[in-house]
């Protein structure tokens, strides 16, 4: 047997109930002394930003917060953050929240170590420079931004989303405490849910898998598989909230080695065009997507069924488009504003996206894309 040289890469991670109340002891470990905490006005509304900040406290640092970041964060709003930043003079980022913080915070502290805006930074490997250590909580399971080296941006001028990829955004520490998700409403948790049962059934199918991702997306998809609907049907059932944490984790794991696919690049337009949201947009495709990769992939396919716990007889894309109805996630593109006259448009930007298109098992062409959309329109 011949193994593909491969790598993997994680931040240090802390995972349990109440960890967070610990935030402290971290802090003063990474020499901090005055703290930047990037969050939105909906978890400062819910008290959760309050919360943190008694614990961060207990370090005896100074605190300055910033919490007017925008859900799926334009470059504008990032922006308007390092630029108040650096005038606040903070030496520790603290993320806390989904993707749209957490992503927003990985390159705020990235800009605060190194000159110049975040449109230099766009791409692979852009920035020269480790900047300010980050601490990430995240309050959703889904995006694994904790965990990555890539943070998603939307640029108005080009209508599209695009991305910062570099180890020097990987987290100092990702912080995982499920009672922080316990406030999520139950459409967000069943968005960011479903997409990070993306992250673990692409990752595991991607032409990136190796080794050790693979047992990670595995557990990924058993954890989410199993606890999905209940976190969704009852926010306060923590049992569910502490298994789609580890779920979450094992698929972020696996995400950040593996890497998504087709799911994830025929999703770019609908966030970049319509404005969708990262989570509903993934999960509105990933029945489609997989449905016709599902011909060419007949053993993978029976594994993944298997470890998503379905009644005997029941395939993988039908498991997977029933867990999606059962959590109240639209059926159709169309249900969420997209008309038959932008499948051509969304085709030819998907293709563009061959970052993610080139790790699909399948190689899939214009024809076949196109054909996807129509079936999920
Ligand atoms: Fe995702």
Not at 59 to 70: G, K, L, R, S
Not at 188 to 200: P, Q
Not at 251 to 276: D, E, F
Not at 301 to 309: L, P, Q, V, Y
Request: charged share 15%; proline share 5%; hydrophobic share 45%.
């Amino acid at each position: 047997m011949t193994i593909k040289t491969f790598s993997f890469l994680a931040p240090p991670i802390i995972f349990g109930i109440k960890s967070a109340e610990n935030i402290g002891e971290h802090l003063t470990r990474l020499g901090a002394r005055h703290v930047l905490v990037i969050s939105d006005r909906g978890l400062e509304k819910a008290g959760l930003v309050n919360q943190l900040c008694g614990w961060i406290c207990k370090a005896n640092v100074a605190i300055t917060t910033y919490v007017d970041i925008e859900p799926e964060p334009s470059i504008h709003s990032v922006r308007a953050c390092v630029n108040f930043a650096r005038q606040a003079g903070c030496d520790l980022v603290v993320g806390m929240g989904g993707g749209s913080a957490m992503d927003s915070a990985k390159v705020v502290a990235a800009l605060l170590g190194n000159a110049g805006d975040i449109m230099d930074y766009l791409g692979l490997n852009k920035i020269p420079h480790k900047g300010m250590p980050t601490i990430l909580l995240p309050t959703t399971a889904g995006t694994g931004s904790e965990i990555g080296r890539g943070a998603v941006f939307y640029v108005p001028e080009r209508q599209s989303k695009e991305a910062v990829f570099s180890s020097y955004i990987l987290a100092d520490l990702a912080l995982i405490d499920p009672l922080l998700a316990l406030s999520a409403p139950a459409s967000v948790t069943a968005s960011s849910g479903l997409d990070a049962l993306c992250h673990a059934l692409e990752s595991y199918t991607g032409r990136a898998a190796n080794p050790l991702s693979m047992p990670f997306a595995e557990l990924g998809i058993k954890w989410i598989g199993k606890w999905l609907a209940s976190a969704v049907v009852d926010g306060g059932n923590l049992e569910a909230r502490e298994g789609m944490a580890l779920g979450c984790l094992y698929a972020s794991i696996a995400l950040a080695n593996a890497n998504t696919h087709a799911v994830h690049a025929l999703a770019y337009p609908l966030q970049g065009k319509n404005r969708i949201v990262h989570g509903k947009a993934n999960s509105v495709l990933l029945p489609y997507v997989f449905k016709a990769l599902a011909p060419e992939l007949p053993e993978k396919f029976a594994e993944m069924a298997s470890w998503m716990n379905l009644a005997r007889g029941v395939s993988l894309v039908e498991g997977i488009t029933c867990l999606a109805e059962q959590i109240g996630i639209p059926a159709k593109m169309s249900d969420m504003g997209v008309t038959a006259s932008q499948l051509e448009d969304f085709t030819q930007e998907a293709l563009q996206v061959r970052r993610l298109l080139d790790n699909c098992p399948v190689t899939l062409d214009a024809t076949q894309i196109q054909a996807i959309y129509q079936d999920a329109l």
